[in-house]
């Protein structure tokens, strides 16, 4: 990056970043509003929802487990679990931008995937804090005015499965999943899990198969942890 | 009523884990292995909703349009298109074939 150098960046330069990724995830809560209406929940809860949990995977998630007739509780367990993830963002966001304690409560509303790339790209304290603020505050105004819109727009197209819209939910975890798959781990995850997912699904209450799904993480560690021992007693 | 319950579990569980992170003090959530386990823990659930919302209508089984779709969307991402350009792809495509068969 020519631009990082030395001890700065220029605010600038770190505010464009961050509006390039506020604007272009912003956008996609019209295919939140839109799937969540099309999945049946009224325009005052799809807007809840991005107002009040405000993270993506977990929102589509919760739509998806409730509209396949889960209960609440498991549907939120999925959901919840998704989330985890932004404690970990957090841990390291904590460190790097050095908040005041009053201030991570408020923070923390916006400790998500997209400010933690921005955040973690920049190279001082100062462009690290500008980044996080400029990233969260555009997407979290953006995303909730597409999601009313899609929202809107759902309630007026009616049926949002003629236009492919119900699409759009598992494209968007496509889409956040595909960068993840970098090494075979995390492929093997992801294989287990689909396969989990699936055999599972016709057999268990809705909304369980996915959380069953999720043990291919451990399950996948355990063997990789078992093999990484076997190898290093071979080795002695 | 179980929507708006479901809604607030998610907005309070949610939110609890994010503030989680930035209070506690660095090291306790460092281990390693606690570490590997939360970044393929999105890995395994993100997988199974894909391949879920892809080919089941409730708690039943199918390939449908959806699955070229999903399909387009792949190549998308192969393509390294932008983020809503990859949603569009399944879009459109689903769409399409629908429209067609």
Known sequence: MPTAQGAGKADSAVVRDALGVGLAVGLSGFAFGVTSVGNGLSLLQTCALSLLVFTGASQFALVGALAGGGNPVTAAAGAFFLGVRNAFYGLRLSQLLQLPRAVRPFAAHWVIDETTAVTLAQPTRRARRIGFTVTGLTLYVLWNLTTLLGGLGAEAIGDTDAWGLDAAAPATFLALLAPMLRTATERAVALLAIVLGLVLLPVLPAGVPVLVAALAAPLVLFVEGRKIRARERNDR | ?101
Request: one cysteine or more; charged letters at 10%.
């Open chain 2, 1 to 101: 009523m179980n929507i708006w319950l479901a809604i607030a579990l998610t907005a309070a569980g949610c939110y609890a884990v994010k503030l989680l992170g930035l209070l506690v003090p660095a090291g306790v959530l460092e281990r390693p292995l606690v570490q590997r386990l939360a970044a393929l823990l999105p890995v395994a659930l993100l997988a199974a909703l894909t391949a879920q919302q892809t080919f089941a209508e409730g708690q039943q089984l199918v390939l449908d349009a959806k699955a070229a779709g999903l399909a387009a969307a792949g190549v998308a991402f192969l393509l390294r298109a932008p983020f809503l350009l990859i949603i569009a792809a399944a879009v459109l495509v689903t769409a399409g074939v629908r429209a067609l068969g």
